[in-house]
């Protein structure tokens, strides 16, 4: 698994999902967009991809495409229509594209022509809280640095709501 870090500017999200897929295919590998604002880091992604593996494995997933799997569990949600809005949308996004199997190096490559590649900047306390419904109790119990591990907790949550 490779991730890249980047920006991206969408003016239209199916076509630069479609170019983001072509991309994958030719190296036979898949690849996932996450919004950076709403992922916890990039063990929050690997637990993602870990259990989106499994769940396809054990032939329980939810979706039919591993790259909406992913982000069912990267979301927390069951429903694959919430966990969409962890994905891409129209305009500016800092984002973590994840490139998994096939030729890793050479999709991450190539995903440079579309996704400007730097840093990104950690997301948000608050905003992970909202969006994956952790309590300021939670919070005030493990501290605000291990926001982390309760959102890889919502993650592992999504098994046991199925």
């Known amino acids: 698994m490779k991730i890249v870090s980047g920006k991206i500017d969408v003016k239209n999200v199916s076509e630069t999902l479609a170019q983001i897929n072509e991309i994958?295919?030719?190296?036979?590998s898949s690849v996932v967009i996450f919004d950076a604002e709403k992922t916890a880091g990039k063990r929050h992604i690997e637990?993602?991809?870990?259990?989106?593996?499994?769940?396809?494995?054990?032939?329980?997933n939810i979706a039919r495409t591993f790259a909406m799997e992913v982000l069912v569990y990267a979301s927390g949600q069951r429903q694959c229509s919430l966990a969409s809005k962890f994905g891409l949308h129209t305009g500016e996004n800092a984002v973590y594209a994840v490139v998994i199997d096939g030729k890793e190096d050479d999709a991450a490559e190539l995903l440079k022509m579309v996704v400007s590649a730097c840093d990104v900047a950690k997301a948000d306390v608050r905003r992970l809280a909202k969006e994956f419904d952790i309590t300021d109790e939670e919070l005030s119990v493990v501290g605000e640095e291990r926001i982390e591990e309760l959102v890889i907790e919502r993650c592992a949550m999504v098994d046991a709501w199925k």
């Open 24 to 28: 994958a295919d030719s190296c036979g």
């Open 47 to 60: 637990s993602a991809v870990f259990h989106a593996k499994r769940s396809f494995e054990t032939k329980t």
